[in-house]
């Protein structure tokens, strides 16, 4: 069975994710796992975080968990697992180390635009600010990605380059010491939704728009009556073409549903009444997941639980194929 692997990183502020991730990444990710010839796995890239504030970086754990959990990814159908609880993740990562050109590292990137930006700072080091953690990020994502043999990796268009660096690695220890690593492919969602903000932008956290996926009903409804609209007043006819409420209510209704609300914004529904459709039709997709994730978060004592025998069943894997990665570059006992 093939594997696909998603790894995501604990960063960010407390209650970041809002619907257009919703819509956009977690809703597929979620489905796709169920394809029974898929053998998906989803950790919590935490070693990834390593840097910033230690508490957000142990709170966006909870929270990332809790959300994916919420929103439907079943523990007992996929691997969920938390990096930090994989000890041979650092292990390989060390051994790819010894695999990687430091040339490669050179090309990556994000460690390139640090150092353009310290470039174009007259005085500066070239490598000021540079932590060896994002020198080495691809080898650790390599590591990721090796260790439980994935051959598709779904992932942003910023992070194609690290998983055809771990092929490149892949490929050079599979040359050295004999056919080991699964070759991984980055897959990019070519046709991923995203959804207008409340000002008609993309929804984007830095355009400060969003509208949170896990609001409680009262600041849903608050941010829901913020979309933007135009001036045309009820019972004049409005187009659904340009109407970022229209879009949002799409990504949340059947096609039959969305047709409808079509006809009714053609006999000129009043942009008020409209924001109040939009906000029931989401607070009701909404509601079960968020009582599940406020159950979650507090529950943290649960939450590790979970994770913890995510860990246990990733470890069945790694831990046997380690000892034959070991084996292959001649770490090995001495005598049986
Ligand atoms: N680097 C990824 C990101 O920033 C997260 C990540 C870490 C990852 N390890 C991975 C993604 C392995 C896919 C596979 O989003």
């Known amino acids: ?8 990183k604990p960063t960010g502020e407390p209650g970041m994710l809002h619907i257009g991730n919703y819509v956009g990444a977690m809703l597929p990710a979620v489905a796709a796992s169920k394809n029974p010839n898929v ?3 989803f950790f919590i ?12 970086l142990a709170r966006s754990t909870l929270e990332i968990t809790a959300s994916w959990l919420a ?7 996929v691997m969920l697992y938390r990096q930090s609880d994989i000890p041979e993740i650092p292990e390989l990562t060390w051994i790819l180390h010894c695999m990687t050109a430091k040339g490669l590292m050179n090309r990556a990137h994000a460690y390139k635009a640090a150092v ?4 174009a700072t007259p005085g500066r080091d070239p490598d000021q600010g540079v932590m060896m953690s994002l020198y080495s990020y691809p080898i650790l994502m390599a590591a990721d990605i090796l260790m439980f ?3 598709k990796v779904p992932v942003g268009r910023d992070q194609k380059q690290h998983v055809e660096m771990a092929r490149d690695i892949a490929q050079r220890f599979n040359h050295n010491f004999g056919e080991t690593f699964v070759l991984p492919e980055p897959v990019i969602g070519e046709h991923i939704a995203t959804l207008p903000g409340l000002d008609g932008r993309k929804m984007s956290k830095s355009y400060n728009n969003v509208i949170p996926l896990f609001a409680g009903e009262k600041e849903l409804r608050k941010v829901v009556m913020k979309i933007k609209t135009n001036s045309l007043e009820p019972g004049q006819p409005k187009d659904t073409s340009d109407s970022a409420l229209f879009e949002i209510y799409r990504a949340f209704a059947t096609d039959a549903e969305a047709a409808a609300i079509g006809e009714r914004y053609a006999a000129g ?4 009444e409209m924001k109040q459709v939009l906000f029931e039709r989401i607070n009701s997709e ?14 943290p004592g649960e939450v590790e639980r979970l994770l913890k025998a995510g860990a246990e069943k990733a470890r069945s894997v790694s831990k046997p194929f380690l000892a034959e990665i070991r084996d292959r570059v001649g770490i090995r006992p001495l005598a049986r």
Do not use: Q
């Open 71 to 77: 929103v439907g990814l079943d523990p007992r159908k």
């Open 45 to 56: 890239a935490d070693y990834h975080a390593i840097g910033g504030d230690a508490d957000k």
């Open 269 to 272: 529904i009043g942009w008020g």
């Open 286 to 299: 909404l509601a079960p997941a968020r009582a599940e994730y406020e159950r979650l978060m507090a529950s």
């Open 149 to 151: 043999k994935a051959a």
């Open 1 to 8: 069975m093939e594997v696909v692997l998603t790894g995501i």
């Open 39 to 41: 053998h998906s796995y």
């Open 116 to 119: 353009a930006e310290n470039d």
